[in-house]
Nanobody, 124 residues
Framework: QVQLVESGGGLVQAGGSLRLSCAAS????????MAWFRQAPGKERAFVAG????????YYADSVKGRFSISRDNAKNTVYLQMNSLKPEDTAVYYC?????????????????WGQGTQVTVSS
């Protein structure tokens, strides 16, 4: 079992920044691909960003490329999502997820563990 706890969400004006954190406990953190997903009201949960086990390779949804940055600290069992130039359409509940696969995948079905989510609201 892996337990994931997100933090760092909140209300921010358009153009602003937020940094989300996800602290993991349980099994060896470095054995898991980590990703962030988000779900806006009335929409399906969507992949935002992912990072492979080593932290070297990262992947992003087209909608956040150049604005968001995912990173991980395996010594601290934590994954981060730095969000810059936020837009109202980034408003959603953001979820941290862990997968035992060997590469980043964008489909939520491959992720075994999920956090409870943190709300991000971007005002115009």
């Amino acid at each position: 079992q892996v337990q994931l706890v997100e933090s760092g969400g909140g209300l921010v004006q358009a153009g602003g920044s937020l940094r989300l954190s996800c602290a993991a406990s349980g099994r060896t953190f470095s054995n898991y691909v980590m990703a962030w997903f988000r779900q806006a009201p009335g929409k399906e949960r969507a992949f935002v960003a992912g990072v492979e086990r080593s932290g070297i390779n990262t992947y992003y949804a087209d909608s956040v490329k150049g604005r968001f940055s995912i990173s991980r600290d395996n010594a601290k069992n934590t994954v981060y999502l730095q969000m810059n130039s936020l837009k109202p359409e980034d408003t959603a509940v953001y979820y941290c997820a862990a997968s035992a696969v060997t590469v980043v995948v964008t489909s939520s079905q491959y992720y075994d563990y999920w956090g409870q989510g943190t709300q991000v609201t971007v005002s115009s």
